[in-house]
């Protein structure tokens, strides 16, 4: 098992552009979700999904949309990046609710000059 | 969730066993309490978690006082790879999505 992998690794935008973040695990677990960590910030939830088809806003939505068109598959997009974006992205998953243990996938760094 | 007190940094000898604390004195009943890790540049890393009774996996000891006011995580022969960021968590076992991480115990595993 590979359990939760992220593409890119790295990445550098400018203002204003477009990418998407994706997320894949090989768990078969229903519970997916995107968060971001900043430097004294601690990780903060962005959005995640219950399940394929649904998608929920956490605490920091604003800026990203998201998409479970798969159940292995959790896509996290930028549409017009901006620097307050510069920060280190996580996808976690769990096989049941919020609660249950969260599996990390490696993050994403991504710089918005 | 009930809010969690964690020292922001400790040191500890290679080898030795590792004691890190963790206060929730607001906990609720049907609060868990979690803990996870974080080593540098990784992905949060679950650890362990219980309710009231003493839990044990092959990565440490969770012991929680009877009150269930505070913890402590028992890693029982710390090595260098266990140089990380713990995050002590309270919170319900279901229902919100969202893991409060905070700011965590910067632990260093000292050879």
């Known amino acids: 098992n590979a359990g939760v992998t992220q593409t890119p690794k790295f990445r550098v935008l400018k203002t204003g552009q477009s990418m998407t973040l994706l997320c894949a695990q090989d768990?078969?677990?229903?519970?997916m979700y995107w968060y971001r960590q900043d430097p004294g910030m601690g990780l903060r939830l962005i959005h995640y999904?219950?399940?394929?088809?649904?998608?929920a806003k956490g605490e920091v939505p604003d800026g990203y949309n998201v998409s479970r068109l798969k159940k292995q598959n959790f896509l996290l997009g930028l549409e017009s990046a901006a620097p307050s974006q510069t920060s280190v992205y996580f996808c976690a998953s769990s096989l049941l609710a919020g609660g249950h243990e969260q599996f990390f996938g490696p993050g994403t760094r991504l710089t918005v000059l | 969730d009930a809010k969690t007190t964690q020292p922001p940094s400790m040191d500890c000898a290679e080898g030795r066993a590792a004691n890190l604390p963790c206060n929730h004195s607001?906990?609720?009943?049907?609060?868990?309490v979690y803990w996870y890790r974080q080593i540098h540049s990784q992905g949060p890393q679950y650890i362990i978690h219980g309710l009231k009774n003493n839990e044990t996996n092959e990565m440490a000891s969770l012991i929680i006082t009877e009150d269930r006011k505070s913890s402590t995580l028992i890693l029982p022969h710390a090595t260098l790879r266990d140089t990380a960021v713990y995050y002590c968590i309270v919170r319900v076992r279901y229902g919100n999505n969202r893991l409060a991480f905070g700011k965590g115990n910067q632990v260093v595993v000292i050879p």
């Open positions: 999904s219950v399940g394929e088809g649904t998608t």
């Open positions: 607001t906990i609720s009943g049907n609060e868990y």
């Open positions: 768990m078969n677990h229903e519970y």
